[in-house]
């Protein structure tokens, strides 16, 4: 096995920041916007690091998809521990549409081009929420997927995944090469130490296209509108259950 | 004219390649990352529990465990001795950043990084910054600085604690006044006098561990901010080092500790900005929250007056400090800059403080907002390492001689 592992990282506008709508509807505003890394691809490269450190893996490769500012992203996953960087070099109109569709085929492509023995990803980025990307890169790959996961161990040429669902937490052993996404309570992610900060300045981040890699990053969907969440209206205080019963029967809910 | 001509030189030169000061602005990449990462330390493990630090006067030890870890700690130590190896700029913005979040753990951050480890990394020999050092640069021990006495605070020269020989050893009598951390410090560094009609040329500084016998503390000080970090006397009565204990030459003490102070003082700046711009931060969210005459205040033009002038007081105090960081970075003097740098930061944040709790009204004078913290945090900053006083002397001094025809 490469002992290699690909992890994904996004840049996405930070969580703390409240959101807001273009006055054209037609997306967020994200110009002077603080962004960082997706909650989730820390908790991932955080898991890939960790491996490292164990000596269960080799090498953790840090992959971003976007424009010039994506390299920021890898940096920091660079100053969290991983080894190198890939920077796939997405702009203008494709960036704006740049979905998990897209991002899965390239992430396929770079794990043949890198002998990979695992991708790990966060299960969702926190802006478009999609929860797709891990699941179509298995399926382009015809891997094997733990997804939601909140433990993971791996032993030899298998992975135990522990993944939080609905019911509770399903166990499941998969062969590698796999494909892992990261949930909440996977770990807590590591400040970068400085030591790390500075020596993550000499460590490579390669640059390619999507054309480098043969794919095609058109959309297949179209964004028509983009609003704000409705206003949370008042609710009603009823006295008792009947009423209860009643008011709900009166709304059409019940 | 010519001092400024040369002035700007230095700086051109000291920032590398054709960088220029007005591109001070931008950072490097490497900083810009690391500040960031403060940042982010400070908004998730500082900002929610400094108000119960406070209130509790409790010593943050696990946050400093993990500013340890992340080399927070020891800043500008060379990477063989168990720092980070960065710069001076480097340790200004973490300061700053740590400070935003709590100014408490701000200031164990700049004593230990200054204070402590600062005249030892400078005037100690390889074994002395190994035992002295290393240890107190995962977070596990901080160390601090014992300059002042009941007697003497700005006047340093005048100090009385006495280092006497006996028996192949120091034996260190004598008080030592408003020491920052003395309560959770496994070291000292101290200024004891071997001579004192030599006045300020008998000091000498010595490396005391803690705790040592002879060496005993004095109440903690009931603050009125920095609260969770502890503030005490340090009382010498016989205390017996070994010869090898002396930092530096005999008689080099003065010297040591006003070069430490120089260093120490951009540290205070950087934690003075970091009051100030959360002063400016909780001020500025106010005024868009909260409404008045039917509109938030933040429409008001004596609060954009308020939150403008804040706003400049700090980004020139900010520029200020980077610019003295950058001098020392280049090996530079930067005397005076420090001090331009402290004495403008801490005046910021002592203004932005007190505009700030002006712009929350009523809710600035309660604890349930962080604006009446900031301002007891920020009062001591004029204080400290140097006062206000003693930093306009600094400059006036600097700015004579540069202007002697």
Known sequence: MSGRVLVGVKRVIDYAVKIRVKPDNSGV????????????????????VKMKEKKLIKEVVAVSCGPQQAQETIRTALAMGADRGIHVEVTGKDYDMLGPLQVSKIMAALAKKEDAQL?????????????????????????PQGTFASEVSLEGDTVKVVREIDGGLETIKINTPAVLTADLRLNTPRYATLPNIMKAKKKKIAKVKPADLGLDM????????????????????????????????????? | ??????ARRGLGACLSGRRRLSQLAELPETHQLLRQTCRDFADRELIPIAGKLDKEHAYPAKQIQDLGAMGVMAIEVPEELGGAGMDYLAYSLAMEEISRGCASTGVVVSVNNSLYIGPILKNGTEEQKKKWITPFTTGEKVGCFCLSEPGNGSDAGAASTTAREDGGEWVLSGTKAWITNSWDASAAVVFATTDRTLKHKGISAFLVPMPHPGLSLGKKEDKLGIRASSTANVILEDCRLPLDHMLGP????????????????????????????????CAADYAHKRTAFGAPIGKLQAIQFKLADMSVAVESARLLTWKA????????PFTKEAAMAKLSASEAATFCSHQAIQVLGGMGYVSDMPAERHYRDARITEIYEGTSEIQRLVIGGQVLKEYQS
């Open chain 1, 218 to 254: 058109t959309s297949r969907l179209e964004v028509l509108r983009v609003d704000e969440p409705p206003q949370r209206l008042a609710g009603v205080k009823v006295e008792t259950v009947d009423d209860l019963v009643a008011k709900l029967k009166e709304t059409g809910r019940l």
């Open chain 2, 250 to 281: 005999r008689g080099a003490g003065f010297k040591i500790a006003m070069q430490t102070l120089d260093s120490g003082r951009i540290g205070v700046a950087s934690q003075a900005l970091g009051i100030a711009q959360a002063s400016l931060e």
């Open chain 1, 119 to 143: 991708i790990i990803l966060g299960k969702q980025a926190i802006d478009g929420d999609c929860n797709q990307t891990g699941q179509m890169t298995a399926a382009l790959l015809d891997w």
């Open chain 2, 1 to 6: 004219m010519a001092a400024l001509f040369t």
């Open chain 2, 325 to 332: 960081s950058l001098l020392r970075d280049a090996g530079k």
């Open chain 1, 29 to 48: 505003v994200t110009d002077g916007v603080k962004h960082s890394m997706n909650p989730f691809c820390e908790i991932a490269v955080e898991e890939a």
